[in-house]
């Protein structure tokens, strides 16, 4: 329910009141002062108060990238949002608000105190990412189901809880509860939990926290399962070989193929169907592994690339550090013996030699540069021929197999085509005995319908592969490309480029 504003005026975060607050900063007196006279990036704040000023809606912070400290608390925000930009955020006031509803948090991982004191919150929720929480607190809220405390056991950094003011303090059992359900918590409503207490709560909970551990350690380990599955599915993805090490693209041609549930109550049909299968499996298997070998072999191109990149800067980078180190050797104190000297032809003969050494020293530096130039670019190149090289015979094969699968769709046609006529012949000549579903025999009532029919699965299986070879041969020019591009781009010495 959204509070009335018949007194109240509420507010939107704008410019103006942004300067302002910056210029106000009590801590940050200094940078106050420098905002008033010369203005300041957002950027450069760390530390905002926006407190006290009937701000209605969180908009415009987007700027404050590196605020550490945000103050909203005393306002009418209903909503909290835009946050998101908030990154840095370790501290965060949102009390004495008309907030409902736990969201809008999900980006402010750093986030180790968080206040939602006297609030209309109804439910704690919407906290999953916030891992680094430490204190929280949401007394004065509408909460009133004690099994929801339960939530903030994933929190294992939580110290500092407060709940007080909510329905559910009145709860008999709410002390006990906490205590055992957050074992790790030190301070609940401002005391400190004391042993006595947490010795008894273990006790009366005992069986119920021995389940519910249980049940947490299988939902771990079932996360841990699929995050295994994901990191690998990416290993894959990044080879342009997911979902081919298994019957999953044989499958798909068959899941869009509407005519494929009829045709497969022909005769012999299960047979041919299963041989098909296997044989085709069977090259996307091969084709599964093969991709994730030739994907290893181009990480490793690129990783010995880098490797021979960095090598040849840094030696580079030695040998003019040792031609200035000689030099400077070479000449030390020479300025001053110069300007020492009694007789003034001598001195501008040696200072004449000096400029001369300097400019020698700058023409071979100069020198070392240039070749250090060329190295890199043959390197460069070598790099760009021998990436070339794997993409395309990557390619070439893997051409080769889709074009086996094709030979077996084609050697699949024909026979299934050979099994239809056959059928039909048969059951013209009224020699089919055999027993058929009423929607497969309006398939033979004429030899165009039956042959339409095989020709339409057909077509359905070629565009599945083909469009499978030409995604796999996308992504892999598209890499060859984008790695060659990156590579190009203006190298300086001493600066090593990402692999």
Same mark, same amino acid.
């Given at each position: ?65 590196? %605020?550490?400290? $945000?103050? /909203?608390?005393? #306002?009418? =925000? &209903?909503? +909290? *949002?835009? !946050?998101?930009? @908030?990154?840095? %955020?370790?501290? $965060?006031? /949102?009390?004495? #608000?008309? =907030? &409902?509803? +736990? *969201?809008? !948090?999900?980006? @402010?991982?750093? %986030?180790?105190? $968080?206040? /939602?004191?006297? #609030?209309? =919150?109804?439910? +704690? *929720?919407? !906290?999953?990412? @916030?891992?680094? %929480? ?6 004065? #809220?509408?909460?009133?189901?004690? *099994?929801?405390?339960?939530? @903030? ?347």
């Amino acid at each position: 329910m959204s509070r009335l504003y018949d007194t109240i005026e509420p507010n939107v975060i704008d410019e103006k009141m942004l300067q302002k607050a910056v210029e106000e900063q009590g801590p940050q007196e200094e940078l106050g002062q420098l905002a008033k006279r010369e203005g300041i990036d957002y950027k450069d704040v760390i530390e905002l108060q926006l407190d006290f000023r009937n701000i209605l809606k969180i908009d415009n912070l987007w700027q404050f990238v590196n %605020l550490t400290k $945000l103050q /909203l608390d005393n #306002n009418i =925000i &209903e909503k +909290i *949002e835009a !946050l998101d930009s @908030l990154v840095h %955020l370790i501290w $965060l006031d /949102l009390s004495f #608000n008309n =907030i &409902e509803v +736990i *969201e809008g !948090l999900e980006a @402010l991982v750093k %986030l180790q105190d $968080l206040s /939602l004191y006297n #609030n209309r =919150i109804s439910k +704690i *929720e919407n !906290l999953d990412t @916030l891992q680094e %929480l430490q204190v929280f607190s949401i007394g004065n #809220n509408n909460l009133t189901a004690l *099994e929801n405390v339960v939530y @903030l056991r994933k929190f294992k950094n939580l110290r500092t809880l407060n709940l007080t003011g909510n329905p559910v303090c009145e709860n008999e059992q709410y002390s006990m509860f906490i205590a055992a359900h957050l074992p790790d918590l030190v301070y609940l409503d401002f005391r400190l939990v004391d042993e006595n207490t947490r010795e008894l709560a273990d006790i009366k909970y005992q069986y119920v926290i021995d389940e519910l551990k249980q049940g947490e350690a299988q939902a771990l380990a079932k996360l841990v399962e699929e995050q295994a599955k994901q990191k690998e599915l990416e290993h894959h993805k990044a080879a342009y070989v997911e979902y081919l090490n298994g019957p999953f693209l044989f499958e798909s041609m068959y899941a869009e193929d509407t005519e494929a549930a009829r045709l497969a109550y022909l005769p012999g049909m299960a047979d041919l169907l299963e041989t098909y299968k296997s044989k085709f499996v069977l090259i996307c298997e091969n084709l599964f592994a093969y991709g994730l070998k030739e994907h290893e072999k181009r990480q490793a191109e690129v990783s010995t690339f880098y490797e021979c990149l960095q090598e040849a800067i840094q030696d580079s980078q030695k040998q003019g550090t040792k031609i200035i180190l000689d030099f400077e050797n070479d000449n030390q104190g020479l300025l001053d013996m110069i300007q020492n000297m009694s007789s003034f032809e001598i001195a501008e003969s040696k200072l004449v030699k000096y400029n001369e050494d300097i400019s020698q020293l700058s023409d071979t530096l100069m020198t070392l540069e240039m070749q250090t130039v060329d190295q890199l670019e043959e390197i460069i190149k070598d790099f760009e021929r021998n990436i070339a090289d794997q993409v395309s015979t990557f390619i070439e094969n893997v051409q080769g197999m889709m074009a086996q699968c094709r030979d077996l769709e084609n050697h699949h046609h024909e026979k299934l085509l050979e099994i239809a006529i056959n059928t039909l012949e048969k059951i013209v000549k009224s020699e089919f005995d055999e027993e058929m579903p009423d929607d497969v025999r309006l398939l033979f009532v004429d030899k165009d319908t039956i042959v339409n029919a095989v020709n339409a699965s057909h077509d359905i299986h070629l565009l599945k592969i083909d469009n499978r070879e030409d995604d796999i041969v996308t992504k892999a020019n598209s890499w060859s490309s984008s790695v060659i591009e990156e590579v190009r781009k203006p190298l300086r010495l001493g600066e090593q480029n990402p692999a």
